[in-house]
């Protein structure tokens, strides 16, 4: 009873500023000691004395002043005590209304562990993310519900030991890009969750689905480096990969070349059938002279109805690499001439099949160690087929980068 009695009074003297609870204080010191003297019966005897006097005064005042500086302490400690509790209960409900804002969004799947990996609370987003849902909030993320979207990953392994790891170093972030193997694409951010004083609490994850946004990226990337229509590389690109296959070549001393192929008789094609039977004719040769290249070969559209090759790493001898480069475009001189079927079967429009006979014309030009631009190069093969074109078309020529004479 004695402590809810004081604990009533501590309550309603912390509603007091420190100077009003002071003077209380004070105030109820005096009375209990006033009582004190009251209460001690020194006249018994009608006798005054030094030793009554203090013993029914002095010590009395004494022990009420000793009873405010106590009480005072208490209730600054006490009020100290109060107000952290006030900040951290603030500082949890400002937690509490982030966290609550942040599951609303419509972006991003988001799941919450604490320090025991239990699950704290997940949103909407992530069940319709990982096809996944906790049977209740305070369920354990263990082995088996972690096994469960690991397997929807490319890699289940890799992204397993990730896991584990950020949970063994508690104050590391993560930001990974996440293929699964339905195709999609997920960007993957984990941060722990700590308070003021750097406590580990937990540690929260928020998942996005990025599957359109790199969709569209790599469009951008292809309308940027591949020819819409037959998807090979552009000319853009095609400057890049011959810078490369030029600077290799001065570091191995192997020959590569430039091959630049005219188809014969397109025009003709195009005006009679249309646009749309020549655009099946570019994309069939796209497809053969792919197919009679190597991998590590670069085959470009350069515009209309012209396609250039470079053709790396032949070999360190001028002569044999002649012969390789001649075999391999002989190669695609022969598929190119084969006879085309082009199909067209446009929506709303009746079917039409147009058989058609093309032929190439080609010029290569050799090159090693080349202090040229890659632009002197395209000249060379470019002067090489248009004597290919001279001599009757369907012919392959070499352009003879010592001489400047086409063999």
């Not at 109820?28 to 006249?43: E, G, M, N, T």
């Not at 540690?203 to 037959?230: G, H, M, P």
């Not at 195009?270 to 004719?281: K, R, T």
């Amino acid at each position: 009873m004695l402590q809810r009695m004081l604990k009533r009074i501590a309550v309603a003297l912390l509603k007091l500023t420190k100077r009003q609870a002071f003077f209380v204080l004070l105030a109820v010191a005096l009375s209990v000691s006033f009582l004190l003297v009251l209460s001690i019966d020194f006249l018994w005897d009608g006798r005054f004395s030094s030793e009554l006097i203090f013993a029914g005064v002095i010590v009395p005042i004494l022990d009420g002043a000793l009873i405010v500086i106590l009480l005072s302490s208490f209730l600054d400690e006490l009020r100290e005590e109060t107000e952290r509790s006030k900040k951290v209960q603030e500082e949890l409900k400002f937690k509490n209304t982030i966290l609550q804002t942040i599951q609303e969004t419509p972006l991003d799947a988001i799941l919450v562990v604490d320090e025991n990996v239990k699950i704290i609370s997940y949103n909407q987003q992530f069940v319709e993310l990982w096809g996944f849902a906790a049977q209740a909030e305070g369920g354990r993320l263990d082995a088996s519900t972690l096994k469960s979207i690991a397997q929807q990953v490319e890699n289940p392994e890799a992204f397993t030991a990730r896991i584990h790891n950020l949970y063994a170093h508690r104050e590391m972030k993560s930001r990974e890009e996440i293929p699964l193997k339905d195709g999609r694409v997920i960007d993957q951010y984990s941060a722990p969750i700590t308070g003021a004083d750097g406590k580990y609490y937990g540690r929260v994850w928020y998942c996005r689905d990025i599957t359109e946004s790199k969709r569209a990226e790599e469009q951008i990337r292809n309308f940027a480096f591949f020819d819409a229509l037959t998807q090979l590389p552009n000319r853009r690109l095609l400057n890049d990969r011959l810078k490369q296959v030029m600077a290799a070549g001065r570091r191995s001393g192997l020959y590569s070349a430039v091959v630049f192929i005219d188809l014969d008789n397109f025009k003709p094609l195009n005006d009679m059938h249309g646009h749309d039977i020549g655009d099946l004719l570019l994309v069939e040769a796209a497809y053969r002279i792919t197919g009679c290249v190597r991998e590590i070969d670069t085959v470009c559209r350069f515009g209309g109805d012209e396609f250039v090759i470079v053709l790396g790493e032949l070999d360190t001898d001028r002569t044999r690499a002649v012969a390789l480069a001649k075999n391999i475009v002989e190669k695609i001189r022969a598929a190119l001439a084969e006879p085309y079927l082009l199909t067209d079967s446009q929506a709303g429009a009746k079917e039409k099949t147009v058989e058609h006979h093309c032929t190439a014309s080609i010029g290569v030009a050799l090159f090693i160690n080349h202090d040229s631009s890659p632009e002197e190069i395209f000249k060379q093969a470019d002067q090489a087929m248009y004597q290919a074109k001279e001599v009757g078309r369907n012919r392959v020529c070499f352009f003879d980068a010592r001489s400047e004479n086409r063999i």
